[in-house]
C-alpha cells in the first residue's frame, strides 16, 4: 500500500520510521517532509495547509492511507476533505480536533461531564480578564485558546506578570488569533506526564507513557518551547496512576465527544499533572507529541499500520497494542537562540554515526537540503537524538553519548532531559 504522511518534523520522521517497518507498505509520500524524512520517504512540496493540493495528489497517486501528523490541518479539517474524496485518513475530523484546537472547549467538556481538571475561567475580553485577576490566587495560568505551537501557556507568579500576560496574549496577539480568548486556570503543582493514546472513536487503547521537558533552558528556566526532549516511560505513571485515569479520565474522554455529536478517532494526547489530589488533565492534543513520538514510537512492538487501519474501521478492541520493556530518551538539538530568534543553513556533520547502529535514532526536525546537496539547519528545532536502553538511566547516557556523534554550528540542548529519572 501506498502511504502519505502530511507534516515536516521530527514527529513525522518518527511517523514515517514506524511505517516503514510495516510489510504492508511499499512506498511513503510525505507533504512536505524534510532532509531526514527524505531517506526513507519520498517528499513531495506541498504544504500541510494547502488541503486541496494534499488531496489532489492523494488521489492523483492513489494513496491508500493518508496520516496526518501536524495539528493546524487536523484543526482546520484536512481529515474532511481527505473523506469527503472517499479516501482513507486518520486523525480526528474537524469537528472533533477542536479537543485541541480551543482550551476553552477542552474545559467546558471537562466541566459537564466530571473529568478531573484545574478550576477555569474563560474571557473573550481582556478588560474582563483584567477584573478578574485582582481577586485571584497566584501563581496562576495564562492559556490562548487556540493553536499556538505548544508555547500559548504562560504561568504568572504576580498579579504585575499576570496583566501584562493578559495584554500579551489578547492585546497584542503575540500568539495571533490564537488569542482572541483566553482561559485562566488555577496552578497545579505535581509530575507531569504524557500519554499517548489511539481512539477509533468508542474505543481507547493507551501507549505507554512520556515526559516532555518544555523550558528552553537546564532546570526549567526560560521560555517555553516546543519541547526540548523527552524520556518514556515515566517512573512516576504507576499503576494506580493507570488505573485512576482509565477510570475517569480516558474512556470518560471518548464517551464525551460521542456525546458531543464529535466522535474521536486518531490520537489524543493526555497531557496530566499528578497532584496531591490525583491525577488531573492538564492539556489534550489531538495528535501525537513531538518529541513525544520520538521515544514511545521506537518502543511499540505493533506495526503501526495495523493499529492506525483498525481505529479507521472502528475495531480497535481487537488489537493487542503492546510495547517493549525497554526505555527510551530523545534530547532536542536546537539552534541557538531558539525559541525566539536563530540562524539557520548551517551543514550538520556526522549523521551517517547512527548508520547500523540498534537502538539509537537521529529523527529530523527542522533540516533541509542545500544547492550542494548537504544536509543543512532549517529550523529552531534541528534534531532529535533518541536512544533506548534497559532502563532510563541507561537510555538516558545513550541518548547524550549519541548527541555528541553530530555537530553543527550554533547547536544547542539541554544537559537535564530525564534528570527526574535519578530522583525517583
Same mark, same amino acid.
Do not use: C, H, Q, W
Given at each position: 500500500m501506498k502511504v502519505l504522511i502530511v507534516g515536516s518534523g521530527g514527529r513525522e520522521h518518527a511517523i514515517a520510521a514506524s511505517v516503514a517497518k510495516s510489510p504492508k507498505v511499499t512506498k511513503i509520500y510525505c507533504a512536505p517532509g524534510n532532509a531526514g524524512i527524505g531517506q526513507i520517504a519520498e517528499c513531495v512540496p506541498i504544504g500541510a495547509m494547502e488541503f486541496d493540493k494534499i488531496t489532489a495528489f492523494a488521489k492523483e497517486n492513489a494513496i491508500d492511507l493518508t496520516i496526518v501528523g501536524m495539528d493546524d490541518p487536523l484543526v482546520g479539517g484536512l481529515i474532511d476533505c481527505l473523506e469527503a474524496e472517499d479516501l482513507r485518513a486518520f486523525g480526528p475530523r474537524k469537528n472533533a480536533a477542536i479537543l485541541e484546537g480551543s482550551k %476553552?472547549?477542552?474545559?467546558?467538556?471537562? *466541566?459537564?461531564? /466530571?473529568?478531573?481538571?484545574?478550576?477555569?475561567?474563560?474571557?473573550?475580553?481582556?478588560?474582563?480578564?483584567?477584573?478578574?485577576?485582582?481577586? %485571584?490566587?497566584?501563581?496562576?495560568?495564562? *492559556?490562548?485558546? /487556540?493553536?499556538?505551537?505548544?508555547?500559548?501557556?504562560?504561568i504568572c507568579n504576580t498579579l504585575e506578570e499576570a496583566q501584562e500576560g493578559v495584554r500579551s496574549i489578547m492585546t497584542d496577539k503575540k500568539f495571533g488569533t490564537a488569542g482572541n480568548r483566553m482561559v485562566i486556570e488555577e496552578f497545579m503543582t505535581g509530575r507531569e506526564v504524557s500519554v499517548l493514546s489511539f481512539v477509533d472513536g468508542k474505543t481507547i487503547q493507551t501507549m505507554t507513557s512520556a515526559q516532555d521537558h518544555k523550558r528552553a533552558q537546564d532546570g526549567d528556566q526560560g521560555l517555553n518551547t516546543g519541547g526540548m526532549g523527552t524520556f518514556s516511560p515515566s517512573p512516576f505513571y504507576t499503576k494506580e496512576v493507570d488505573e485512576f485515569c482509565q477510570k475517569y479520565i480516558y474512556q470518560a474522554t471518548v464517551d464525551a465527544m460521542a456525546a458531543e455529536g464529535r466522535p474521536f478517532k486518531g490520537i489524543i494526547f493526555f497531557g496530566l499533572m499528578l497532584t496531591e489530589d490525583g491525577p488531573k488533565v492538564l492539556e489534550y492534543n489531538a495528535r501525537f507529541g513531538d518529541p513525544e513520538a520520538q521515544v514511545v514510537l521506537p518502543r511499540m512492538k505493533n506495526d503501526l499500520v495495523e493499529v492506525v487501519e483498525a481505529c479507521i474501521d472502528g475495531r480497535l478492541d481487537q488489537i493487542d497494542l503492546q510495547f517493549e520493556d525497554n526505555a527510551a530518551v530523545c534530547v532536542v538539538l536546537a539552534s541557538e537562540g531558539y525559541p525566539v530568534s536563530y540562524q539557520k543553513g548551517f551543514p550538520i556533520k556526522g549523521l551517517d554515526s547512527f548508520d547500523g547502529k540498534e537502538g539509537y535514532y537521529c529523527f529530523h526536525a527542522g533540516t533541509a537540503l542545500n544547492e550542494k546537496g548537504?544536509?543543512?539547519?532549517?529550523?529552531?528545532?534541528?534534531?532529535?537524538?533518541?536512544a533506548k536502553g534497559a532502563t532510563l538511566k541507561e537510555a538516558r547516557a545513550n541518548a547524550y553519548k549519541a548527541t555528541e556523534w553530530v555537530s553543527f554550528e550554533n547547536k544547542y540542548m539541554r544537559h537535564d532531559i530525564g534528570k527526574a529519572i535519578d530522583e525517583a
Open positions: %476553552a472547549f477542552s474545559k467546558d467538556l471537562m *466541566k459537564k461531564y /466530571g473529568i478531573p481538571t484545574a478550576a477555569y475561567e474563560n474571557f473573550d475580553n481582556p478588560e474582563e480578564a483584567l477584573k478578574y485577576l485582582e481577586t %485571584a490566587k497566584f501563581p496562576i495560568v495564562l *492559556k490562548a485558546d /487556540g493553536l499556538a505551537l505548544g508555547k500559548g501557556v504562560l548537504e544536509i543543512v539547519t532549517n529550523g529552531g528545532r534541528v534534531l532529535g537524538i533518541t
